[in-house]
Nanobody, 124 residues
Framework: QVQLVESGGGLVQAGGSLRLSCAASGRTVIINDMAWFRQAPGKEREFVVTISRTGGFTNYADSVKGRFTISTDNAKNTVYLQMYSLKPEDTANYYC?????????????????WGQGTQVTVSS
């Protein structure tokens, strides 16, 4: 019903910046919340940030607060994750997620649709 495609990942040095994009297609009208999660090698997937459809509510994980910014362009059905001051510990596969539900939750079960992920590697 909803397809999500991430882009923008890559290799960057510590202290650098990247902007990830997540383009939604299909029945996008049913989406209320969107989020970014990430999964580092050997670790469980973890919450990064969520945003409400209107963009009026955001919630960041403490580990990225002040360094990452999420935004949404509803006309393009795209969510962006601007990442500044990247650290080696930010290295992970970053996944976009979308939910039909409200609440901007930080747990995976809240989200109904997932992208395939885009790899971010931060070198020291």
């Amino acid at each position: 019903q909803v397809q999500l495609v991430e882009s923008g990942g890559g290799l960057v040095q510590a202290g650098g910046s990247l902007r990830l994009s997540c383009a939604a297609s299909g029945r996008t009208v049913i989406i209320n919340d969107m989020a970014w999660f990430r999964q580092a090698p050997g670790k469980e997937r973890e919450f990064v940030v969520t945003i409400s459809r209107t963009g009026g509510f955001t919630n960041y994980a403490d580990s990225v607060k002040g360094r990452f910014t999420i935004s949404t362009d509803n006309a393009k059905n795209t969510v962006y994750l601007q990442m500044y001051s990247l650290k080696p510990e930010d290295t992970a596969n970053y996944y976009c997620a979308a939910s039909r539900k409200f609440g901007s939750r930080s747990y995976e079960g809240h989200y109904d649709y997932w992208g395939q992920g885009t790899q971010v590697t931060v070198s020291s």
